[in-house]
């Protein structure tokens, strides 16, 4: 009896590993598969606790504009222009800030909800490019990318933004339970994002629209609309990040967040999210987001050159991308 049960219980286990579909579970695999070879490369000091809350609050500031990127990507758009709006976005902020009392509370609180308005309105400025202009995404992003870098060098004079408040810097600098408080930002965004993505009506029309946008109209969905959404949600996200990466430093230099495009795409599409659009899951950015920093930490620790970590990011959005297409054609 013995015998047979086990027998029983051996098929069951072939039969569950033959039909488990390892391409629905790839980001996963891949991340526990990056961090012990990320435990391998840089033994011992991987593991350490330091280290790797460095590496959250090193990827926080990306990957919460990831969270706002994977709406758009899903949708089926794009924005290059979050670096240079976060840029624009935490230069701005902070000449508001300015206006107040050098220890102003009050000052802080109100930057905080300005960065995030401002944020947003770039996004909404963005959306209406694609959506009231009907200017193909890429290109319409494209500009706005030149755009905001431009208006923060000019107003800056191509140097650096100092705040004048001395509160301002416990916002990005803060500790909160051992945390630093961009990690905390970036989880309790990713848990927003993804009950809005998965149990609203809102998520279900961005599927919708980014899987098939002329399907989508004829079911009496507001496509214009669901689509210029994630931009403006997406510019919140880069106010928030201009917002922690200004105070932290107490600063901004007008070409700070170079590449978060970059970066921020490369969560997306790492974590799952498909290229072309009506797929997609916030909590697989967040894994994507975090599997770039461990990339970054593990060349460190090798003592790899810096200059190669931006052709490892290159590198593993390609084979992301052709991970998708191969799976999209089985």
Request: aromatic share 10%.
């Amino acid at each position: 009896m013995n015998n047979l049960k086990s027998t029983f219980q051996t098929n069951d286990m072939l039969t569950y590993i033959r039909t488990f579909k390892w391409s629905d579970h790839s980001t996963g695999l891949g991340f526990l598969l990056l961090f012990v070879l990320a435990a391998i490369v840089g033994w011992p000091n991987f593991l350490q606790i330091r280290n790797l809350v460095n590496i959250l609050r090193q990827i926080s500031y990306t990957g919460i504009i990831g969270l706002g990127m994977t709406l758009i990507i899903i949708s089926g758009g794009i924005d290059l222009s979050v670096g240079s709006m976060a840029a624009f976005t935490g230069g701005i902020t902070i000449y508001f800030l300015n206006l107040f009392p050098g220890a102003s509370q009050l000052g802080v609180l109100l930057s905080v909800l300005f960065a995030i308005l401002l944020g947003s309105l770039s996004g909404f400025f963005n959306g209406v490019l694609v959506t009231k202009g009907r200017i193909a995404p890429f290109i319409a992003t494209l500009g706005t990318m030149s755009i905001f870098r431009s208006l923060i060098q000019y107003i800056s004079g191509a140097g650096n933004i100092l705040s004048k408040n001395t509160v301002y810097p416990e916002v990005g600098a803060g500790i909160i339970l051992g945390i630093p408080v961009p990690v905390w930002v970036f989880f309790t965004v990713a848990i927003l994002l993804h009950i809005l993505l998965n149990n609203t009506r809102f998520g279900r029309y961005v599927c919708a629209v980014g899987a098939n946008e002329q399907v989508a109209r004829y079911s009496a969905i507001n496509v214009s609309l669901i689509k210029l959404l994630p931009y403006a949600i997406t510019g919140a996200t880069v106010g928030l990040t201009a917002l922690l990466w200004s105070s932290r430093l107490n600063s901004i230099n007008s070409s700070d967040c170079a590449y978060y495009e970059l970066d921020a795409i490369a969560a997306a599409v790492i974590g799952g999210t498909a290229m072309t659009g009506g797929k997609g899951s916030i909590f697989g950015t967040v894994l994507g987001a975090i599997m770039l920093g461990l990339i970054n930490n593990m060349l460190v620790l090798g003592g790899v050159s810096s200059y190669l970590q931006q052709a490892a990011k290159g590198l593993v959005i390609i084979a992301a991308v052709l991970l998708q297409y191969k799976n999209k054609n089985q």
